[in-house]
């Protein structure tokens, strides 16, 4: 049985029916070079608008390379729309950071926005981080806004083996308990509260209804984070997919793999924090005031677009500022 | 004209209700106290096997195939109100004649529900989705209706003028109910026998008695009763103020000591109550769940019966005795309070499942009641160009699911309390209410793009930090719980002082300073508070 391999359309990103400007691009088993190439200037000799010119400008009814792009919605901050288009509705978006990198200003900044849309939002906190006052200087719509606070006290229930949302232990993955002697009661605390963010976003996701689901896991370690399997978050990808709901994760490093559609870093340089004293004045510098006048006023985030499946172009980063609620 | 809905045998009726699995088997009902206890009712079944009300329990149990069944008031109550409702959801004007005979003013109906022979047939379909098997009949006037139920099986329409006619054949004994007290029962008995005697055994032949000789031997009774079998008696009826209850009941002859079986009857009890608020064009919004316990064993009824001598009276020992009853049921309580009006029994009985599940009972469950606070059912217009919201029914199971994993009082909407302590908030329900076109700007364009907040994260509980001191400004920071928290100190802005509650037991004063800190390369931003009434350092949070 003889065969010829021959790149999918989709993978060349051309049309899907031949014509014959293709012809010496296809390729064929080296063995069967012959008569593969007789097939293919057969094939290509064949094909419809040398056939009959009147199906040249048939539209085919599959068209592989052309899969819907996502609606792209605002992410509140204007630097960051610029830089990706906004966030992609029905996909997974990562940004990762250390701390005070800015990752829970952009969080609360996409929260706001899609409350003044009017959707509805889901805040599934690992950490019970969030502070009431900075989500109300967000002027996010309180009533559109579900909090889930995790916490170590919940009550724990062991599912069996089989859950789909249970870390496997650090033991199943073969470390040593002796690597992680310095924290273990930290990773076993990080470990309980990852199955109750596992847990209620597989809730949340098949409850449906939500325009914007947050997973904060800013403060999870990051050897803990990094044990949610890669099949979950495959799982939770799938879930969004096709739906108007967008699924933010906030974590320290990435952690869904390809799973994500647009993966973002934030920093804050260590040189470049800003911060500005209310009464400065041209000659003075602002370590030599006094601490009570001076004013946290804002901080300088950097943001790099490190992927994005959505369109293909160059990884670029771009400069925004925060502003303090009580900066004005 | 006027319809009557009766309910032939209801002992058993409502027994049947309780447990249609019966249905299939001969049911006799007795009640008393034992020994003595009675047969006061048997179906059609038990009857072709010879059983028969006045036999004793323990004649009846000779019959194997016999299933018995205490005698339950809560069952036919329910029963009773769920025949009420069905009565009510075809005329606003019923009669509660008796606990098993209701009457119906049907007038100005036909224009609403079509023909009196369909309203009969639909109301005969509406009672046996609640559970009951009726005789239905229509006639010109309440009496001729109510003879007319009692005395034919199945749906009967009597046209006006032919209640002679079709009454003629029934037996005199259907001019009394069949649930009488005793002196009711002892005046029908003293008239059915005059009447056997006469040899009058049915309603024509009453009929055609003359009038005087009948005043005269039986007085005003005996021509109201021959007014009856004539066909001829007008009267209005009294209608039925029926309080919006709706409740169902069913007690138990063993315990149940799991939760599964538990959810079977509840699952039953909740598709009756839900039957009976849609018959109404009702909802819920709130789910009252009793559940009777057992909660002492080993106790038997002679001690119970005997009661405990006292030095004083007899008080003191009913007192106990009246207590050790009482507390031998205790009573469990859940209320299930719903965002929003609804009506989804496969919704209620997962909320209530989740609920037990999280607070068990703790005892073995000897009867069990449900009852449902009815409201206006809620009406949304859905629309094409809104944003999506959660539906409410799977957003609450959702929710209570959600409150099993995380604990109940952490998962919810945020609210702020009108105070400056740093965690002025509380949590609520979260209810995502029907979107509707806001004033609000939606339109999704960069351009809408506000200033990002400096967000602040929040540790709870705070870290405890040791603090280093330069002219009494910190300096240096160091964390024990959190090895990333210390370093030195680049920045700082503050102390900015904060108090309040003073009056309370909760007060509290601190200084609060805005931080940044160096450790190794990386630069974080910190709120660093000093408690000053318990005097200890701690990091509330990091902007980031």
Redesign the interface.
């Known amino acids: 049985m003889s065969s010829v391999v021959v790149p999918t359309s989709a993978a060349l990103g051309r049309p899907f029916l031949f014509d014959a400007q293709s012809e010496g691009e296809v390729s064929c088993h080296p063995e069967r070079s012959g008569k593969c190439a007789k097939r293919v200037a057969r094939a290509v000799e064949g094909s419809l608008p040398s056939l009959d010119p009147k199906l040249a400008g048939v539209i085919p009814a599959s068209r592989l390379e052309a899969r819907p792009a996502p609606e792209m ?6 630097e960051i ?2 830089l990706t288009g ?1 966030l992609p509705r029905g996909c997974l978006t990562e940004i990762y950071g ?12 996409a929260l ?2 899609a409350t ?5 939002c889901a805040l599934i906190d690992a ?13 996010i719509n ?2 559109r ?7 170590d ?3 724990k ?1 062991s599912k069996g083996n089989n859950s789909p949302t249970r870390i496997p232990t650090a033991a199943e993955l073969g470390f040593t308990s002796r690597a992680f002697d310095f924290q273990k009661k930290n990773a076993h605390e990080s470990e309980h509260r990852l199955e ?1 963010v596992l ?2 976003t597989d ?2 996701l ?6 914007l689901i947050v997973l904060d896991l ?2 999870v370690l990051p050897q803990a984070a990094r044990r949610i399997p890669l099949t979950t978050w495959f799982r939770f990808r799938r879930a969004v997919e096709h739906k ?1 709901t967008m699924l933010l994760v906030v974590e320290q490093q990435p952690i869904a793999g390809s799973c994500s559609s647009l993966l973002l870093r934030l920093g ?1 340089l ?1 040189t470049q ?1 800003s ?1 500005l004293s209310s009464n400065r004045s041209a000659d003075e510098s ?2 030599s005031l006094p ?2 006048a ?3 006023t ?2 300088e ?1 950097h943001i790099e677009l490190i992927r994005s499946r959505l369109e293909r172009k160059p990884a670029q980063s771009v400069m ?6 009580w900066a004005g | 004209m006027f319809a009557c809905i009766y309910i032939p045998n209801f002992p058993v009726a409502a027994a049947l209700r309780a447990e249609p699995d019966l249905q299939a088997r001969p049911v006799a009902i007795f009640e008393g106290k034992p020994p003595l206890e009675k047969i006061i009712a048997v179906d059609e079944s038990a009857a072709r096997l010879g059983i028969a009300p006045g036999m004793t329990k323990a004649q009846a149990e000779l019959c194997s195939e016999l299933a018995l069944r205490l005698r339950s008031p809560l069952q036919e109550s329910s029963t009773h109100a769920a025949l009420i409702d069905c009565a009510q959801s075809f005329s606003p004007c019923v009669e509660d004649s008796a606990c098993d005979t209701v009457l119906l003013d049907l007038a100005g109906m036909e224009s609403l529900l079509g023909s009196v022979a369909e309203i009969a047939r639909a109301l005969f379909e509406r009672a046996l989705t609640l559970g009951f098997k009726p005789n239905i009949a229509v006639a010109s006037n309440s009496d001729a209706a109510l003879l007319a139920a009692r005395g034919f099986s199945g749906i009967t329409v009597i046209p006006a003028g032919k209640e002679v006619e079709h009454l003629g054949a029934l037996p005199v004994t259907v001019l009394f109910a069949e649930q009488l007290d005793a002196d009711q029962k002892d005046e029908a008995g003293h008239l059915l026998g005059t009447l056997d005697r006469w040899g009058i055994r049915n309603l024509r032949a009453l009929a055609a008695l003359p009038e005087v000789a009948l005043s005269e031997r039986l007085g005003q009774r005996g021509l109201y009763l021959q007014q009856l079998a004539r066909g001829g008696s007008l009267r209005t009826l009294v209608p039925v103020e029926a309080p919006l209850l709706f409740e169902e009941a069913v007690e138990l002859d063993h315990p149940i000591v799991l939760l599964e079986p538990l959810a079977f009857l509840l699952n039953r009890l909740l598709e009756q109550v839900c039957s009976r608020l849609a018959s109404r064009a009702l909802a819920t919004q709130e789910l009252c769940l009793t559940l009777a316990l057992s909660n002492l064993t080993g106790i038997d009824d002679d001690y119970l019966n005997a009661g405990i001598p006292s030095e004083s009276d007899g008080s003191v020992a009913t007192q106990t005795t009246s207590q050790i009853i009482s507390s031998r049921q205790t009573k469990f309580t859940r209320k299930l309070s719903l965002p929003l009006p609804m009506l989804d029994a496969k919704v209620f009985l997962k909320l209530l499942q989740l609920d037990l599940n999280a607070h068990p009972p703790g005892a073995p469950i000897m009867q069990i009641h449900l009852s449902a606070e009815p409201a206006r059912p809620r009406s949304a217009q859905g629309g094409l160009f ?6 409410p029914e ?2 609450e ?3 209570a ?2 409150a ?4 109940e009082d ?7 309390l009108d105070t400056h302590h ?4 509380r ?1 609520r329900r ?4 029907v ?1 509707r076109k ?1 004033p ?3 339109t ?17 509980p705070p870290l405890r930090v040791n603090v280093m001191l330069e002219n009494g ?1 910190p300096s240096r920071l160091n964390c024990a719980k959190k090895k ?1 928290v210390q370093g030195e100190v680049l ?5 900015w002082r904060s108090s309040g509650d003073w009056w309370e037991r909760d007060a509290w004063s601190r200084d609060e ?2 931080l ?1 800190v ?1 450790n190794g ?5 910190y709120r660093l508070v000093h408690d000053l009434l318990g005097g200890g350092w701690f990091i509330e ?4």
Do not use: N
């Open positions: 919605v605002t992410s509140g901050i204007a729309d610029a906004g250390t701390a005070s990198s800015g990752r829970t200003s952009v969080m609360l900044a706001a926005a003044r849309r009017g959707e509805y950490s019970d981080a969030l502070d009431p006052q900075s989500v109300a200087s967000s002027e309180l009533d806004l579900l909090w889930v606070r995790c916490s006290d919940a009550p229930k109750q847990r209620a809730l949340l098949e409850s449906g209804g939500f325009g800013a403060e108007p804050v260590s924090y911060v602002a370590s601490s009570h001076q004013l946290l804002g901080l985030i925004f500022e925060t502003q303090a609620a | 809104l944003p999506p919201a959660p539906e799977k957003l199971l959702t929710l699911r959600i099993g994993i995380v604990g952490r998962v919810g909407a945020l609210e702020l740093p965690e002025g908030f949590m979260f209810v995502a209410e979107a806001t609000q700007k939606q999704p364009d960069s351009s809408e793009a506000q200033a990002a907040i400096t967000a602040l994260r929040r540790f709870r400004q990333e920045w700082k802005a503050g102390p300073w805005d940044a160096r390369e990386a630069v974080s931003f949070g990091t902007y980031d």
